[in-house]
């Protein structure tokens, strides 16, 4: 079955402009509805969930010449993006306020291997909440434009590649959860326990939430 334009265009319940400007808007806004811009060979689609919050994706669906889809791709929102480099310099700056002190490679060794750590967890961790979120909303647009998408395609959520990423993922969230409760917050470092428990929160409840789904579905 050929996907038309005009069957892509229902998605959208409010046109918009894809730019810095709108996504910042709809975010501010708390703008739940779905929306989208559309051109001549391509339609782009984008919804913001509780869940995804900042981070939601926009679906660019590239049109043939007669009209019909040939092909889905994603990105992360120009808006999101932006909080997410704002976020990591946030997080870094208690960690490494010494480099403008007395800055000694040596002596703060430590301090440079758990910083290091703490941001590729959180940057992990914002890309995993990014890609479930994503698959999910995906999987609606299958359903509503009834594209079959072949069972030899569908990832199996206890392989060894997702098992080995939970054996890294799981304990390092426990190990700043543990560092934000006890050792961010008794220094009054809140919005940055704030921020790291959050993002942490996010990522194990999407992590169980499609677990989950795909038990039920079983």
Known sequence: MEITKSDIIKLIE???TDSFETHLWIILKRDFRPAGEIGNR?????RMNFWNGFFYPIFQFDLNQEGHLV??????????????ILFCVLICIPWFHWIFDDFDSLEHWPQILVGFIF???????????????MKMQLKE????LDIEVE???????WNWKKILVRFIMYPLSLFFIFISIFLVIPKRGFIMAIATLT??????YSDVKIMMQKRKRK
């Open 141 to 144: 647009i299958h359903e509503l």
């Open 14 to 16: 409010e046109r918009k």
């Open 71 to 84: 092909n889905i791709s994603d990105r992360i929102n120009p808006a999101g993006r932006l909080f997410l």
């Open 119 to 133: 941001l590729g967890t959180c940057i992990l961790i914002g890309f995993k909440i990014y890609k479930m979120e």
């Open 42 to 46: 391509e339609v782009k689609v984008w």
């Open 151 to 157: 069972h030899s395609e569908t990832e199996k959520e």
């Open 199 to 204: 993002l942490i929160g996010l990522y194990l």
